[in-house]
């Protein structure tokens, strides 16, 4: 069983929010902090399982766990090994601001993740503290170094471009990764519901950074099946490389691999959707499953096109805490 959408494009990869929760308060996201809104609890381990069994069988062959703050949840080293334990799973990843790295490094490896992308926007202590609200830049470097010795496959760090607050350390990063194995992925700042002021201040489009790349000895790789949106450049004189990940560029989502669902169990085929559907009344039972696995294949076939976010339109994104971006 494959899943697929009226435009022949295939999904191999699931991005599950484990949680809203999030601990930080990042400028682009939640400038105020995580504020609950409702009763409804995450998804239980269960139900995690359940579901993952489902997209499992429609090919999903990569699963990253995001948030909010996926580390916050007290079983995310079980969610983990439930994610590994399923046949047909070729890798497990985990995105994290990285408050937990240092102690949960060494758990989340043994359990089976591969992969980890943390979110680091400046290198810098007091820009650091500026744009996500902590002052703990050397613990979290130090628990990025920790996963680096451990041997994690693959170590990324992500940075959201912002025009005037971080955009002038590119050179510092790029001097970071000249000796380490680290991708760093340049993230267009994108409009959600709440940060519409904030988006026309600090918005930076990455064309000009590629452009930069390319003159300077910089090579776009080829991409593999379960990549993620990210053109990555390697350079020979650089152990790391350099990922931009662009959502207003031409072309962005035609080649779009990925589905996500939430940390309440809505399935939400585009981060700028207009609507999410629940999978949640499918997830109590087993017996579900083919009932689950249909309306899984449904929904997806009715994917748009595009995002609009050209248009302004940011459909139901209030913030990226909720779905991981």
């Known amino acids: 069983m494959l899943l697929a959408d009226s435009y022949q494009r295939r999904f191999h990869y699931l991005r ?29 381990l269960a139900e995690i399982e359940i579901l993952i069994q489902a997209f499992v069988k429609l090919g999903i062959r990569k699963v990253r766990l995001t948030g909010g703050e996926p580390t916050l949840r007290r079983d995310i080293i079980e969610i983990a ?5 399923q046949r047909g799973i070729e890798e497990v990843a985990l995105s994290t601001n990285g408050y937990r790295l240092s102690s949960i490094a060494g758990p989340l490896l043994r359990a089976g993740v591969s992969a980890i992308n943390l979110s680091l926007d400046s290198l810098d202590p007091e820009n650091f503290k ?21 041997g994690f496959q693959k170590v990324k760090v992500n940075l959201v471009l912002l025009r005037g607050q971080n955009s002038h350390e590119l050179a510092f ?18 409009q959600t519901g709440e940060n519409t002021l904030f988006f026309k201040q600090r918005h930076l ?9 390319i003159q300077t000895g910089w090579c776009l790789n080829p991409k593999k099946l379960t990549d993620g949106p990210a053109q990555v450049y390697s ?4 152990r790391g490389t350099i990922g931009l990940i662009a959502p207003y560029s031409p072309g962005f989502c035609e080649g779009c691999n990925r589905l996500r669902v939430t ?13 999410q559907e629940s999978l949640r009344d499918c997830l109590g039972d087993i017996s579900l499953q083919e009932t689950l696995l249909q309306r899984v294949q449904t929904l997806v076939a009715g994917k748009p096109i595009s995002h609009f976010l050209h248009d302004g339109r940011v459909g139901n994104t209030l913030n990226f805490s909720g779905i991981g971006g």
């Open 81 to 85: 090994q439930v994610l590994v334990a």
């Open 263 to 275: 940390s309440k169990g809505a399935l939400k085929l585009c981060l700028f959707g207009e609507k």
């Open 16 to 44: 599950l929010s484990v949680t809203e929760r999030c601990n930080f308060k990042c400028t682009y996201c939640l400038p105020n902090g995580y504020q609950k809104k409702d009763c409804e609890p995450d998804l239980s």
């Open 173 to 190: 990063f790029q001097d970071w990764i000249r000796h380490r194995p680290i991708s760093v992925r340049l993230i267009e700042l994108m």
């Open 205 to 213: 489009s990455l064309d000009s950074i590629r452009q930069e790349l």
């Open 130 to 150: 500026a744009i996500t609200g902590t002052g703990r830049l050397n613990q979290i470097l130090a628990g990025l170094e920790q996963a680096l010795s451990l």
């Open 235 to 238: 350079h020979p004189d650089y």
